[in-house]
């Protein structure tokens, strides 16, 4: 008691504040374990909030739920990776493409797809549609429960192509334009189209419908990209078909009859990539 007295009346504050962390050391060995038997009593007294005092059943039942829920989300970016890695295959348009599922295809007399995607989609008619192995066709009809697309092999579909001949050479894949002018395809049905309004001497034939013995010709196996002013810049290039069958006009003289076929059946496709934005 004297000595407390002496500390607050005789010495100055600012004297005794020097000593003050010195002497509350003295204390710690003593403060510390009851503050941690404290807390142990208050906890077993009064729970904090983060204790769970739910039944078992019930914390095993929103796990299961969490877990299906991951499942979900895993299975979600899974399909978001291979809807990627398809876009990708279609190289430079990749970004002006959405992948639409379809329904089904035309058990009539017309070559067209249905498809899962509709105006709320951002689907219009007009809009080309893709697959990695080239063009497929364009939208035709569009409304809010779906829409139709038309295929390059329905009856009528008409597009202007270009011959190219793809050759290997050391394991590597080159291509080369044939010295041919454009010329227009048109859809034939039954998963092909006909080009039969090709002169013979612009394709390398004789009127025996023979290869000419010097310069370039035409050959099955050959593939007929897009090349036509009316379809937007980028599609450019996009296969068409193959050459399946070169012969001879029956009813026009001095013409041939080629037949172009795309490189799988378009009418079996399970999902297609319609071309949203042009640049």
């Known amino acids: 008691m004297g000595f407390s007295a002496i500390i607050a009346f005789l010495i100055p504050p600012q004297t005794g504040a020097r000593f003050q962390p010195q002497v509350q050391v003295l204390f710690a060995p003593v403060s510390r374990p009851v503050g941690a038997i404290a807390a142990a009593i208050s906890n077993r007294i009064s729970p904090t909030e983060s204790d769970d005092r739910r039944a078992a059943q019930d914390i095993r039942t929103e796990n299961q739920q969490l877990r299906a829920e991951v499942d979900a989300l895993r299975t979600q970016l899974e399909e978001m990776y291979r809807q990627n890695a398809e876009l990708g295959k279609l190289g430079s348009v990749k970004d002006l493409c959405r992948l639409v599922k379809v329904i089904g295809a035309d058990s009539g007399t017309r070559e067209s797809l249905a498809l899962n995607g509709s105006s709320l989609d951002g ?65 034939y049905g039954n998963g092909t189209l006909v080009m039969n309004d090709l002169k013979l001497s612009n394709i390398g034939y004789d009127s025996a419908c023979k290869p000419a013995s010097s310069g370039d010709f035409l050959r099955e196996g050959d593939y007929a990209l897009l090349f036509d002013q009316d379809c937007p810049r980028r599609l450019q290039g996009e296969p068409i078909g193959r050459v399946i069958r070169i012969s001879l006009r029956s009813d026009a003289r001095g013409f041939a009859d080629v037949r172009l076929q795309p490189g799988i059946s378009l009418k079996k496709l399970r999902e297609v990539m319609v071309m949203t934005k042009e640049n």
């Open 123 to 187: 689907l219009k008619e007009g809009m080309y549609v893709l697959y990695p192995g080239g063009m497929v066709g364009q939208v035709d009809r569009v409304g809010i429960g779906g829409s139709q697309v038309r295929l390059v092999t329905d009856p009528g579909f008409r597009v202007r192509v270009r011959f190219v001949r793809y050759t290997s050479v050391n394991n590597k894949t080159h291509f080369e334009f044939l010295g041919m002018p454009e010329e227009l395809a048109e859809g």
